[in-house]
């Protein structure tokens, strides 16, 4: 039996020249059936193996006039029934991710580096931080997504592909406030264009960057799942359901609906669409992992922050009840209240300790008077949600006998004392730009704000001479050693510094697997990097 690339390509040197001199619907549809018929009958194994060669035929067939195409891409199809077959993932891949969890550390700290590549002025960065928002695939993400406000975290999302609603919006939460990501989502397109492309090639034309800000990036905060030496963009699309069950999922939500939902993983059976379970499973492979080494199941934490909503899909709609009227009685008086609102009430009062209802009352009138002034201090809901993801930060990184408010008095102190200190300095040192400065100028400089931007613009273009080097013997493993013989300095400080820029290090060391093994014997990265700088002996030591 021949190849099935030589096969396809049989099929449409016959296929083609009669759907050429045929205008009969019937007949078109006849030679487009014989041809998936017989492409069903090579007996190909899995479902996914069929995806391919239909691509190619239908590709072929828009050489044809208007009519004989659009009739010949009716039938030159798969079944839905084949479709959905193709779209869920393998039992034992699902299975093995299932049982094999990967982790998620410091969420909120990824959350906050996503959001910097949220304004970046590079294409790729934008994407990356877009794919983990979002939750979206790369190519919808590039051309075919819309997104639309819908609340302070969520969009109407439209566009999708691999699937028959492309053209319906649907609501998705966001990782960063809605109106960062349609500005996000609209500068990427002003950036770079992606028209040009063609669909199925947008992720290999494009993909490979995007990849390395997603390593860059993410990496120290994402495991990779199972099987994989390395993160890549689309396991971005496990790890945004995990964070948004941590941060959205309503109490009343079963997890996996949500995903389904929120990944708009639906199949139409007899007419009607309904979550696609099983393809759901498959991006549920992540878990976060808190500081202490145990598993941070938390759910829904966002949902009590200022304008924070739950998604339409999932509101309770609040049952009709008689109305009350307001009536005087000793005193008091009865208030009508919706039984969803008598219920969340009921449980408020139970966690206050309250005794009476009008004790609970009192409190939540005084605490929402301390809301206000702190929603007019910060300066709105937006910046209050940025101070509660500041106090979580504190909260993680506190001394063990130290409140968070005594965490954040003292850096405020600190900042306050820095700042006292800074306004004594001589006005020379101050007016001092040494990132202006020329790497010779940096060089005269006896200071270790100087040796500090030198060793950093030797991390950064040694990072810059790895990414455009063609060969991996070109590469230098990034570590002390090298970069003091590129530009000099005590070997001990260098590694201080370079203990600051770790885990990247690590990370971009990982991406071309380098050892240290592979500067051995070579003395020329001065040479490539600086070749007329020039190195007083005592900066060498």
């Given amino acids: 039996m021949c190849n099935l690339e030589t096969w396809v390509k049989a099929q449409l040197d016959v296929l083609l020249p ?132 819908k609340s302070l975290y969520s ?19 966001t990782l960063a406030p809605a109106r960062e990501i349609v500005a996000a989502w609209q500068r990427l397109r002003l950036l770079r264009n992606f028209d040009d492309t063609a669909s199925d090639q947008l992720s290999s034309s494009f993909g490979e960057p995007v990849k390395t800000a997603v390593i860059v990036n993410f990496g120290r905060f994402i495991e990779a799942t199972e099987g994989h030496a390395a993160l890549y963009t689309h396991m971005l699309r496990a790890v945004y359901p995990r964070l948004c069950i941590r941060y959205f999922l309503p109490s009343h939500v079963n997890e996996v609906a949500f995903t389904s939902e929120i990944l708009g993983h639906v199949v139409n059976r ?41 998604l339409e899909k999932f509101q309770i709609e609040k049952k009709e009840r008689k109305s009350m009227d307001a009536a005087i009685e000793g005193g008091r008086t009865k208030i009508g209240l919706d039984r969803a609102v008598k219920v969340d009430f009921d449980d408020a009062q139970k966690e206050m300790g309250a005794a009476t209802a009008n004790e609970a009352m009192q409190r939540l009138l005084a605490e929402h008077k301390v809301y206000q002034q702190l929603l007019s201090l910060v300066g709105g809901a937006d910046e209050l949600v940025a101070l509660y993801a500041i106090l979580v930060e504190t909260a993680e990184i506190k001394l063990a006998d130290e409140s968070v408010i ?107 697997k380098l050892k240290p093994s592979i500067n051995y014997g070579r003395n020329n990265v001065r040479e490539r990097l600086y070749p007329d700088l020039v190195v007083e002996p005592d900066e060498e030591e």
């Fill in 270 to 310: 007899d007419g009607e669409l309904v979550p696609n379970v099983s393809a759901s499973l498959y991006y549920m492979s992540y878990k976060v992992l808190g500081e202490d080494g145990v598993v941070d199941g938390r759910e829904g934490m966002w949902l009590g922050l200022p304008g924070v909503e739950i």
């Fill in 155 to 173: 969009v109407l999302f439209g566009g999708q592909r691999k699937s028959k609603q492309a053209d319906v919006e649907y609501e998705i939460p």
């Fill in 18 to 149: 009669a759907l050429a001199e045929c205008s009969d619907e019937a007949r078109i549809a006849q030679l487009c059936g014989d041809v998936m018929q017989a492409l069903r009958s090579r007996g190909l194994g899995s479902m996914l193996s069929f995806k391919r060669p239909v691509r190619e035929l239908r590709n072929a067939v828009k050489e044809l006039p208007g009519a004989q195409y659009e009739v010949a891409l009716r039938y030159l199809d798969l079944s839905e029934q084949e479709k959905i077959a193709i779209a869920q993932p393998s039992e034992a891949k699902r299975d093995e991710r299932l049982t094999n969890q990967s982790m998620i550390r410091r969420p909120d700290e990824l959350v906050a580096r996503m959001r910097e590549l949220l304004t970046s002025d590079e294409w790729y960065e934008v994407a990356a931080g877009l794919s983990l928002a979002t939750g979206r695939r790369l190519a919808e993400v590039l051309r075919f997504a819309v997104f639309r406000e």
């Fill in 406 to 512: 005594d965490a954040l008095r003292a850096a405020v102190s600190d900042k306050r004392r820095f700042r006292a200190n800074y306004a004594q300095r001589s006005v020379s040192l101050a007016e001092r730009d040494y990132t202006s400065m020329s790497m010779d100028e940096l060089n005269k400089q006896r200071t270790p704000e100087a040796s500090q931007e030198k060793w950093r613009r030797a991390v950064n273009d040694l990072i810059a001479w790895n990414d455009k080097a063609t060969m991996s013997e070109l590469r230098f493993y990034i570590n002390a050693a090298v970069v003091k013989q590129a530009v000099g300095g005590r070997g001990t400080e260098i590694k201080k510094y370079l203990e600051t820029r770790q885990e990247e290090i690590d990370t971009l060391n990982q991406l071309y």
